[in-house]
């Protein structure tokens, strides 16, 4: 959205008239023009996410109860809205992989349908837990339609929605929305557009990495440059999402509202743990507390719960084998650090954990054991899990035969 003229038209004549207008009618204005704005992107789609979310503003608090009827309210709106997910981003790639013919698969995935099932299905279960009482139709509103962060994120949780809100405007939120916006600009198109881009050359195009033109040339290139490929695209990834997420906290701040982070760093990570509490930490947060938890509760098996956790993360981004994968490449980090942090305990290593020199060397460990999820991540849907497995066997010197 960025790219376009009209975003910054609206953003800025929408923060004027939000601060023009008396308190109580400025949220109710920025769901309208919110709801306008992504009307002209995909107005089928944001007209099906009214309905969910009336569905999920008046449906969520009749759950709250021991009624037989109200203890099966919940799971049905958690398992519909689901369904409704399943139905446009996981059903046409799987049907479409098992397959024995190539088919056609017309469905339009629905604007930011992933955000928005992830932000109602939380609101939802605080809602009967009893965390979030103040049920303002339009703060709930603008809440899911916020358009500067509904395709990009962060995942937003309501109560912290509700809490961070200026009551009067301050410049000093202003020139702290300004200057992440500028950040967030600099590292989209000039670190990551120009910088990276130029770094990957011919391997990269306007979209990013170009997994395509690798595979195409992988059996004659050298072991450096495949690992060249994986860190510029895992760095390229980084900069530009976090760029988005630098630019939606920003234009949030300059309606006075404080967004979640997304990323603190990630790239400085001593370990695969501390990687995943620095990266897209919304959804982390999101998938600890809607996945993590409840299978540890339901398995008492923090293995179990790891896999469970990583698995709803690779999907979350899509539905195909490369996703899943990438997943599970990352559960498998975690485990082996999970399983690691027992032994220390048990033995007693405690100074391990206090040597600078573990730290830095976790770092570049860390750092390339994330860059090789790269594999999957820039063939998915552009080479598929074969090219994944060439490239993964590149690095080990084995050269597997075209496709």
Known sequence: ??????????????????????????????????????????????????????????????AIGKGPWQQRLLPILILAILGYLAYFKYIPPLIAAMSLVPIETHLIIPLGISYFTFKLIHYAVEVVRGNITDRSLSQFFTYIFLFPIFTAGPIERFDHFLANQD????????????????????????????????LLGHYGDAAGPNASILLLNLSALPIYKVWGFLILSFLYLYMDFSAYSDIAIGASRLFGIRIMENFNFPIIAPNISNFWKRWHMSLAGWCQAYVYMPMIGLTRNPYIAVYSTMLAFGLWHAGSINRVCWGLYHATGLIIHLTWNRIKRKKKWYFIDRLLIIRLIGIPITFMFVAVSQAFTTTDGNGGFYGALRILAKLFFIDLPVD
């Open 1 to 62: 959205m960025i790219q376009s003229g009209i975003f910054w038209l609206v953003l800025f004549s929408s923060v004027i008239v939000f601060w023009m207008l008396p308190k109580q009618l400025r949220f109710s204005f920025l769901a309208l023009a919110s709801f306008g704005y992504l009307a002209t992107l995909d107005l089928m789609s944001v007209l099906v996410l009214v309905a969910w979310t009336l569905a999920f503003y008046w449906l969520a608090p009749l």
């Open 167 to 198: 009551q009067k405007w301050q410049l000093d939120s202003m020139v702290e929305g300004l200057t992440r916006i500028i950040h967030g600009l600099i590292k989209k198109f000039f670190i990551a557009g120009m910088l990276i881009g130029a």
